[in-house]
T-cell receptor, first 113, second 109 residues
Framework: DGGITQSPKYLFRKEGQNVTLSCEQN?????MYWYRQDPGQGLRLIYY???????QKGDIAEGYSVSREKKESFPLTVTSAQKNPTAFYLC????????????FGDGTRLSIL | AQRVTQPEKLLSVFKGAPVELKCNYS??????LFWYVQYSRQRLQLLLR??SRESIKGFTADLNKGETSFHLKKPFAQEEDSAMYYC???????????FGKGTKLTVNP
């Protein structure tokens, strides 16, 4: 599904450094999401946005921040406050309405140096 | 609270055998249920949703409200079915999805 593009594919962070993960979609979807995927944990919701200039915390928002200045873009910043940032991060988008599926990007793997 | 339970982390079957991946949910309202699949080196993608009542790649899933289950079934597993499977729940009108922890299916030749 080339409609959602995440970059970079791999990212390395030094201790105490903030990093920003990019997510862009051309599906004209209103809602966008960030998940964290850890082995044996499934997908856990970090933040989501249902409309431009609005977003809500998910289940594990501490140490993360987002912005939604454009419909197409939903960048995620992993701050130095996130104590265990090493993970696989997935972005998704969804059309408005019931029973609409989420469409996922390829993910970004973040590692701490 | 919404919760999805996939009791099996790992499931291994032989090619041609039936397979059932279990999913139980907890939600007081009307749920919207989905199965997502992640093949090796591919992105997570929708397999099927309960509202569609369709069979995709030979898989079916029936919503059982009495047992609060949405098990995924296939009568004859194929090697290419080997993947990670996630069950997911959304409350009616909610824009959020709650995922189970996933079941890794391996189909042996």
């Amino acid at each position: 599904d080339g409609g959602i593009t995440q970059s970079p594919k791999y990212l390395f962070r030094k201790e105490g450094q903030n990093v920003t993960l990019s997510c862009e979609q051309n599906l004209n979807h209103d809602a966008m999401y960030w998940y964290r995927q850890d082995p044996g944990q499934g997908l856990r919701l970090i933040y989501y946005s249902q409309i431009v200039n609005d977003f809500q915390k998910g289940d594990i928002a501490e140490g993360y921040s987002v912005s939604r200045e454009k419909k197409e873009s939903f960048p995620l910043t992993v701050t130095s406050a996130q104590k265990n940032p090493t993970a696989f991060y997935l972005c998704a988008s969804k059309a408005r309405g019931n029973n609409q599926p989420q469409h996922f990007g390829d993910g970004t793997r973040l590692s701490i140096l | 609270a919404q919760r999805v339970t996939q009791p099996e982390k790992l499931l291994s079957v032989f090619k041609g055998a039936p397979v059932e991946l279990k999913c139980n949910y907890s939600y007081s309202g009307s749920p919207e249920l989905f199965w997502y699949v992640q093949y090796s080196r591919q992105r997570l993608q929708l397999l099927l949703r309960h509202i569609s009542r369709e069979s995709i790649k030979g898989f079916t899933a029936d919503l059982n409200k009495g047992e609060t289950s949405f098990h995924l079934k296939k009568p004859f597993a194929q090697e290419e079915d080997s993947a990670m499977y996630y069950c997911a729940l959304s409350g009616l009108g909610s824009e959020k999805l709650v995922f189970g922890k996933g079941t890794k299916l391996t189909v042996n030749p």
